[in-house]
């Protein structure tokens, strides 16, 4: 129960049966597209943190709006 999950010869394994699923040509591709995947999503979540501070530094108080009146 102690020993570790993916052993070297476990990971070789796994490896071994990506490459025949996949081929050697399909597999940089596939690495390719998950980066990009990646980047993408950490772009938006700097831009959403990002975008959230400049909100909260614009607008400190909301106005309220009530049936088409401004309450103060």
Do not use: N, W, Y
């Amino acid at each position: 129960m102690g020993r570790e999950l993916f052993q070297p010869m476990h990971l070789l394994l796994i490896l071994l049966i990506v490459l025949l699923l996949f081929g050697g040509k399909k597999i940089p591709e596939l690495m390719r597209g998950l980066g990009k995947g990646v980047k993408e999503f950490k772009d938006a979540a700097k831009s959403d943190k990002t975008t959230e501070k400049s909100e909260t530094k614009e607008t400190p108080e909301k106005e309220k709006i009530t049936d088409g009146e401004k309450k103060e």
